[in-house]
């Protein structure tokens, strides 16, 4: 089978060979047995030739492998392991994709124990720092001679295996790190993390740079183009690439429904894979059963089915019910995944009542966790964050989550691999990682925010389901795993098919040009290391280029279709869309005159009906019920350049129309709209000015108690009557008849929109009676509109687009002071080039102004925070003074930066980019920490989660450090002292406590 013009592709299907005992077990073990396949391919540079013993190594399309192993095993390697053994004793790269839980971990360390037989180094990436200190040890304990370096942390860097995040490594490759001189394997865990929207583009620039000599291993979750990867692989390596593909899982998966509120599992998919429709009917009827007493039940008691008190623990709640018929039924352990932090506390709380774990096991959870915590200081270890988990972790219950004190969150990994945590209440992260299996998994609510809407959980939105109910079933341990989902709506077959039984995501790039980048390849300019070698040799021109012939055949099906469409009548078609987009055009730029506060807040009295928009998001009508205005920033506060440029003055609190079990509390995920056919709650929504898109005339009464839901749908209805009585829509305030709006631009903007509406009303198709006529004008229209979105695409070069970006990037270079007019780097892009933990061209530009040099230590750390990716706090920010004319200046630095970058033709907004840039959430905290203050003093000064402040902290520990080294680099003597003695003010405490997998 042929694939790339420069790469040839081969299929093997490989059984699994066990003697007849083995197979004499039950049936549905035996099945699964004989299901034990494994799909071989491999991608080939045209006029690849290697010689190999075929005797010992077998050939590219049939590798198998007959020669004295690297390392042996205590068990039978699966046929995939094997596979993949053979493709690496071959000197081959190989991309390994299964299951979580199938073993892929063994054809790792079989590439380092080749490495250390071969007398070679070898080195293994992780995505996080976290998965780099656990893998560490895991290593450590297999192969002994293993370093780290994590950017935190620095371990035995001349060890044979070095275990790094990407990041590192991308250092090395632009540093020309003699490291790699002696690696001969590079190991990539968690491959499928290169779609990540921010870091993907560190995989890829790490892949497109490393020497050809080096060969790689990738790890991946299943994913349906592992083809197109290697392809890709071979394609810019010039050298093979091998795909072993497995979806076999160990211990076969029964997947249960959970209906919220209801009682009682449904098993929806068997352990074959097979789907029951029967009992799928049977869920369904629940819900319509439910319906009936909808209206009498209270909004705790039902909607997401999640916690809104952590005392509810009497036995009342639907998670209660069923981690308890868990325990009874002998299904643990058991992990509990959500989607929100707060959740998982509050679900774990709710468990007061419940106790799994033997006096003896007790006695070992508070001798290992009075052990651990050993290593803090004696006040630290009286932290209520410390103090309060023993008492859940000795009855075999705890929580993780990435806001979690690492120590805590570290305990509770190593307590659940002894067996010792029965029921672990945890986020979508604790899905990554070592392999730490439970019996029985249990997902809290089916949909998650992915920043833009609630989406069901598939396989594109952050670790998929597979990957997260993967955790359930221990092999050799367990004959199956149990997956409960616990749904609180109707869902269609097809959306519950999809998410247990779809395929897989393909791996998307997410390549991006980024000034660290440009400027490193600047300096290097030579070889691969230009950015016009990256760009050309990137996965992202790569699946452009491989799509152009499947968009070809899309566009010619297209036209097909629309020269069958009737055409008649098309010219009113695309006359009535412009003026329905035009009239769109004129009103959004009324809004945002008539919703400036002096104009509109007089109007938005209580009751009134509003209109609310919020990006892609329409929420129709709601009822406003009160306005406020955010208190203005104190002395020493945000700065109110900021402040506005947030939009946050007033907020409109109305009551919205929601999805059930949306609420805007801190235990619920954001709220959303309810689903076509969703019955629905009214919620009180506290929603920005500026995302009120329109304004009724109309005011309605309402209760002067919200709290009880009665009175809440009651407004509800009232809304929806007036949808009834209006079904033309309801009317408008009128901005210059209502509102006494005189100025001549809005009175000239209304007369437009007056004018068009009367067009449109007038309009043929708005008349048009014929809806069989309408949806096929519709349906020509979005053909159309489709088949030039496509050829744009094809005419679009990607490789242009990326050019034209790098010209405009360069010219801002050019502008700040980094390159000359030749395009070699100056003294400050030399700086830039060290710094890629936050941004490079914000910070230098604070180095050379000379803000750093007017702050002592204490200020430059807090400083340096606002560059720090982190959680947003929800509390108003009040800075001192010594912080806030510092802020001010990065403020303005950070607009002047926009501004260039918007004058050199790239697309940015200003303010969105100012927002983005500063983060002064922590500035207080890390100035207090850096003066000394104890951890239980600065974590009551904010209402971010504790874990979360350490991470910012070790981060921007990380950033001080690349700060250090670039005033090195360019003889900023008093400036390298500065962050050297801003990074040593924040190395105390627990902040900095040994990992205790170190």
Known sequence: MEGTPNSGKRKQREEDLENDENLKQDSASKRRTLSRTCVHEVAVPSG??????????????????????????????????????????????????????????????YAIAMAFRDKQRVIYTSPLKALSNQKYRELNQEFSDVGLMTGDVTLSPNASCLVMTTEILRGMLYRGSEVLKEVAWVIFDEIHYMKDRERGVVWEESIIFLPPAIKMVFLSATMSNATEFAEWICNIHKQPCHVVYTDFRPTPLQHYVFPMGGSGLYLVVDENEQFREDNFVKLQDTFTKQKLGDGNKSVNSKGSGRIAKAGNASGGTDIYKIVKMIMERKFQPVIIFSFSRRECEQHAMSMSKLDFNTQDEKDVVEQVFRNAVLCLNEEDRSLPAIELMLPLLQRGIAVHHSGLLPIIKELVELLFQEGLVKALFATETFAM?????????????????????????????????????????????????????????QMEMNTLKDMVLGKPAPLVSTFRLSYYSILNLMSQAEGQFTAEHVIKNSFHQFQYEKALPDIGKKVSKLEEEAAKLDASGEAEVAEYHKLKLEIAHHEKKLMAEITQPERILYFLQPGRLVKVREGGTDWGWGVVVNVVKKSPPASGSLPAALASARGNSYIVDTLLHCSLGSSENGSRPKPCPPRPGEKGEMHVVPVQLGLVSTISKIRISIPSDLRPLEARQSTLLAVQELGKRFPQGLPKLNPVKDMGIEDPEIVELVNQIEQLEQKLFAHPMNKSQDEHQLKSFQRKAEVNHEIQQLKTKMRDSQLQKFRDELKNRSRVLKKLGHIDADGVVQLKGRAACLIDTGDELLVTELMFNGTFNELDHHQIAALASCFIPGDRSTEQIHLRMELARPLQQLQDSARRIAEIQHECKLEINVDEYVEASIRPYLMDVIYCWSKGASFAEVIQMTDIFEGSIIRLARRLDEFLNQLKAAALAVGEVDLEKKFAAASESLRHGIMFANSLYL
């Open 48 to 109: 690849y030739s290697l010689s190999k013993n075929e005797s010992i190594h077998g050939t590219l399309s049939n590798p198998f492998y007959n020669g004295e192993m690297a390392k042996t095993y205590p068990f039978k390697l699966d046929p995939f392991q094997e596979v993949s053994v053979a493709c690496l004793e071959r000197n081959e790269s190989v991309l390994v994709s299964a299951h979580t839980s199938a073993g892929k971990t063994a054809v790792a360390e």
């Open 433 to 489: 990682g070592l392999n730490m299996p439970a019996k029985t998994v249990v997902f809290t609510s089916v949909k998650k925010w992915d920043g833009d809407s609630h989406r069901f959980i598939g396989s594109e939105i952050s670790l998929g389901f597979h990957q997260m109910s993967g955790r359930a079933g221990r092999r050799g341990k367990d004959e199956r795993g149990i997956c409960i989902i616990m749904i609180d709506e």
